[in-house]
Every structure is written in C-alpha cells, then in structure tokens.
Nanobody, 120 residues
Framework: QVQLLESGGGLVQPGGSLRLSCAAS????????MGWYRQAPGKQREMVAM???????RYGNAVKGRFTILRDNAKNTVYLQMNNLKPEDTAVYYC??????????????WGQGTQVTVAL
C-alpha cells in the first residue's frame, strides 16, 4: 500500500507563487513517473506536470513557462513550483504517482488533493 502526503496549497494573489510537494511512502519496488493533475469546478481533471525518474518533464500547455516540476528520488518526493499564478489556476491539485509493487506490477496512486486558490 502506498501513501501520498501532499502539502503546500493555499490562497495566493494573482502573480504570486506557491510550491506543492508530495511524498510517497509505503512498500514498493520503485517509483515511476510522478506529478500533478488539477480539477477546477465544472471542468475535467487535466494534467499539469509529470516527471520521470530520469527527470524528463512534461507540462500542460496552460502552465508551460510558469510552473516547474522537480523530484527527489532519495525522498520519493515530487515538487511543483508555481509562479505567476493566475485566477484560472484555481483548482484542486492532485498528486499522481506510479509505483512498481514487489511483483513489479504497475500501480497508479492518487493523493487526496490540495486546494489552490488564486484571487485578490
């Protein structure tokens, strides 16, 4: 079983910054891709940013140039640095982590979500 501990959400003014973090713990062989999705009210969940174990990152078009994803493999932790935040970034952000269990079976895991609100 894998536990994901998210932190870092909150309220910020437009143009401000926030950093999200998500730490994976539990019993598994390895951690594959890690990252973040978000879901705004009335909208579908969308990919924000994902990063492989080898630090290959991909971003959703809406956040390119403003958000940066990083990971610490030693800590099984992924970070999302969000700069120049806009009101349209307001959403619940979900950590997404793929792991290999002790049988090397791939298992996808989701965090509980953390609210990010961008407003005056």
């Amino acid at each position: 079983q894998v536990q994901l501990l998210e932190s870092g959400g909150g309220l910020v003014q437009p143009g401000g910054s926030l950093r999200l973090s998500c730490a994976a713990s539990g019993i598994f062989s390895s951690v594959d891709e890690m990252g973040w999705y978000r879901q705004a009210p009335g909208k579908q969940r969308e990919m924000v940013a994902m990063i492989t174990r080898g630090d290959n990152a991909r971003y959703g078009n809406a956040v390119k140039g403003r958000f940066t994803i990083l990971r610490d493999n030693a800590k099984n932790t992924v970070y999302l640095q969000m700069n120049n935040l806009k009101p349209e970034d307001t959403a619940v952000y979900y950590c997404n982590v793929g792991v290999r269990d002790l049988s090397f079976k791939f298992i996808e895991n989701w965090g509980q979500g953390t609210q990010v609100t961008v407003a005056l």
